[in-house]
């Protein structure tokens, strides 16, 4: 008999996917094509019968002209974003928007995948050649086939880096049990998403994806911004590599004064403490000096390794 513990895992991961199940009908209602991207789908490719893939968010990719539709498809559901898209002009793109309920539901909107270089709308097509149907509590879903999985789980893997040691063993099992054959087709796949060099180095982050790596004789070069996710860099690292990568003085200050001085909605993203309502934000605007400080000289260390890096 599972131990409570085990089961109480269980049941929010049977919620999550009665939740994945009604909002991907309600956006297929709206006509909103949608493709999972992790959740129930990884579960049943890495992990055998018995054994439970804990998941407490749903990730979906949606066509670029069809997020309003789906931001009103999640407003309509109760969701609300994190963070509002036109608030955060300026600042780096980000592929994913969360939104969530007050109750603790959350949903990552996704307009293309991390690591891909390709315009979102050429990211969504080339996914779309790639997924297989899914049972899921009594409703079918629109999945991502197995090398396209391979892709996510690489990209995924790069994006967080060690930082998420879940990402890097999903890549060391599926390293363990997927051909080779599987990933030659996967990295084609990254390769039509651009995503090639944020392909390799998320199988790098693991030794079994690095051993995998070799035998595909894949490219060990990639951009610094990769390699700084794919090392787990302190926070600051990307933005003061997007920084130098800023054509124009005006621009580069104009993103400096961003950074001293974020708007909210960058404050939310950044610092967890933010979310926490006003009290919350007040307190994370009161330390920002602090925090800049504290992750200034690691951030700024770890930036010039990865571009010496990328030479």
Same mark, same amino acid.
């Given at each position: ?13 049977? +919620? ?25 789908? @990884? ?61 603790? $539901? ?27 149907? @899914? ?31 879940? $990402? ?5 099992? $599926? ?27 998320? @199988? ?72 926490? +309502? ?34």
């Amino acid at each position: 008999m599972p131990a409570p513990d085990a089961r109480i895992r269980a049941a929010r991961v049977i +919620g999550v996917d009665l939740q994945t199940a009604s909002v991907m009908h309600r956006l297929r209602e709206a006509g909103v094509a949608t493709i999972l991207l992790k959740g129930p789908a @990884l579960a049943d490719l890495l992990y055998d019968a018995g054994e439970l893939r804990t998941y407490t968010d749903v990730d979906l990719l949606v066509r670029d002209m069809d997020a309003e539709r789906a931001a009103s498809v999640l407003t309509q559901l109760g969701y609300r974003p994190l963070v509002d898209d036109g608030a955060l002009r300026g600042h780096r793109p980000v592929h994913a928007h969360e939104w969530s309920t007050p109750a603790g $539901a959350s949903v990552d909107l996704h307009r293309t995948l991390p690591g891909a270089t390709a315009a979102p709308a050429d990211v969504f097509a080339v996914l779309a050649g790639h997924t297989r149907t @899914l049972s899921l509590c009594g409703a079918e879903v629109e999945a991502l086939d197995d090398e396209a999985a391979l892709v996510q789980i690489a990209l995924h893997a790069a994006h967080h880096g060690p930082r998420s040691p879940k $990402a890097l063993s999903e890549v060391e099992r $599926a390293a363990a049990r997927l051909p080779d054959r599987s990933w030659r087709r996967a990295a084609g796949i990254a390769e039509a998403l651009g995503a090639a060099p944020a392909f390799a180095a998320g @199988l790098r982050c693991s030794p079994a994806g690095t051993a995998l790596a070799d035998r595909l004789h894949l490219n060990r070069e990639a951009p610094a911004e990769v390699l700084l996710k794919a090392q787990g860099a302190p926070p600051l690292a990307a933005g003061m590599d997007w920084l130098l990568r800023t054509p124009g003085a005006g621009a580069r200050a104009r993103l400096i004064a961003r950074t001293a001085l974020p708007m909210p909605a960058a404050l939310r993203l950044w610092r967890p403490l933010a979310r926490r +309502g006003r009290a919350g934000l007040l307190l994370a605007y009161l330390s920002h000096p602090l925090w800049l400080g504290r992750h200034a000289v690691p951030s700024l260390l770890a930036m010039r390794r990865a571009r010496r890096a990328a030479r």
